[in-house]
């Protein structure tokens, strides 16, 4: 059994999906299910009996050190956080106490119950943590991409928070020693993706009839990694990857805003027209752009492919069109995500300052 934290979730719903289809181990799933933590996400697992759900938070040092006790898991997958920059802008409180906090409390859990392991269990416990290139600053647009030695530089709230439980993982692997492992990706995109970060709110907002909001000149690029390629990566560093070590997961992919949203609004025209003909384009607003805003991001996944034979499978144009079907197939999810904390936080910031950054997942 392995221990999945944040496992309701964009990414880590996908993670759990993908490792029972594709490894049929037992996983231990503990979510605090805040606004983007959907049950949803896991109808498929109904009476799955490989799929153990606790509701909980990785900063309660009591529930984690039970939970490790009771069902004695070989690794901790870590990829409970708070994740999204505009709400780490207005709200830092949160990124502060789920990031680095809830990541020391876990960290320590992990270290107790590592420790009084046996000889052969505790040589084949891992502990991965799923990380974000958003700490790594920004970059030109003639800058090399990011690679895993770069000097970290984080420049917003959010970035900051998860560069912190960063350096927190790798020094309980070189003081505790501690068997770690770190991932840090690009953005992700996919099925289940909370409809606040770009790709999903512009399909949500377009097939609704309203404005596509785009931050500045939409010139802003980012390196775009499917979701699903990104769990293949996350089981190739857990069952290969070398103890302390850093590996960055990219697509390959690297594109401004703008060229997203234009794809998206293409995909659309073709798959589901608007009934007045126009194209989706014409939804396009430019808005102010956010404080503090990255201008570019870009992954150096060559480590990784190197080191432990992980590449994407997905081209761009072959993910985002499986992504925009699948909320296309999927009305009755968005229209459930779409409701309470969602719609509040719409209600209150979205009107304000209209979010189309994209983020890491």
Excluded at 65 to 78: D, E, F, G, H
Aim: proline share 5%; charged share 20%.
């Amino acid at each position: 059994m392995i221990l999945v934290t944040g496992g309701a979730g964009f990414i880590g719903a996908n993670f759990v999906l993908d490792w029972l289809t594709t490894c049929d181990e037992p996983v231990l799933n503990l979510d605090k299910l805040t606004y983007a933590g959907n049950l949803h996400n896991l109808d498929s697992l109904q009476g799955d009996a490989r799929h153990v759900f606790v509701q909980g938070d990785i900063g309660d040092a009591a529930l984690v050190s039970r939970l490790l006790a009771q069902y004695q898991p070989r690794a901790v997958v870590n990829f409970a956080a708070e994740s999204h920059v505009d709400r780490s802008i207005h709200g830092p409180e949160d990124f502060i106490q789920t990031n680095v906090l809830g990541t020391f409390r876990l960290l320590e859990a992990a270290r107790h119950y590592w420790q009084a392991l046996p000889a052969v269990n505790k040589e084949a416990f891992r502990f991965l943590h799923v990380s974000t290139d958003e700490v790594y600053g920004t970059l030109s647009a003639t800058d090399p991409a990011f690679t895993e030695d770069n000097t970290y530089a984080p420049n917003s709230p959010y970035s900051a928070s998860k560069a912190a439980s960063d350096h927190l993982v790798r020094a309980w692997h070189h003081t505790y020693g501690l068997p770690v492992l770190t991932t840090n990706c690009s953005n992700n995109y996919g099925p289940l993706h909370f409809p606040e970060k770009l790709i999903p709110l512009m399909i949500v907002n377009a097939l609704a009839g309203k404005n596509l909001p785009v931050y500045g000149d939409g010139m802003q690029v980012r390196d775009w990694l499917y979701v699903r390629d990104h769990c293949s990566a996350i089981r190739r560093v857990l069952e290969a990857g070398h103890l302390g070590e850093t590996y960055n997961v990219g697509g390959w992919n690297e594109k401004p805003n703008i060229d997203i949203v234009n794809t998206v609004c293409a995909l659309l025209d073709e798959l589901r027209p608007r009934a007045d003909g126009q194209s989706y384009r014409s939804q396009i607003t430019y808005v102010k752009d956010r404080p503090g805003h990255d201008r570019r991001y870009a992954i150096d996944a060559r480590k990784i492919e190197r080191e432990l034979g992980w590449k994407p499978a997905e081209t761009f144009d072959t993910g985002i069109r499986k992504t925009v079907q699948w909320y296309l197939d999927n009305a009755d999810w968005v229209a459930n995500v779409q409701t309470g904390a969602y719609r509040e936080w719409v209600q209150t910031q979205y009107q304000e300052a209209p979010v189309s950054a994209a983020t890491c997942a």
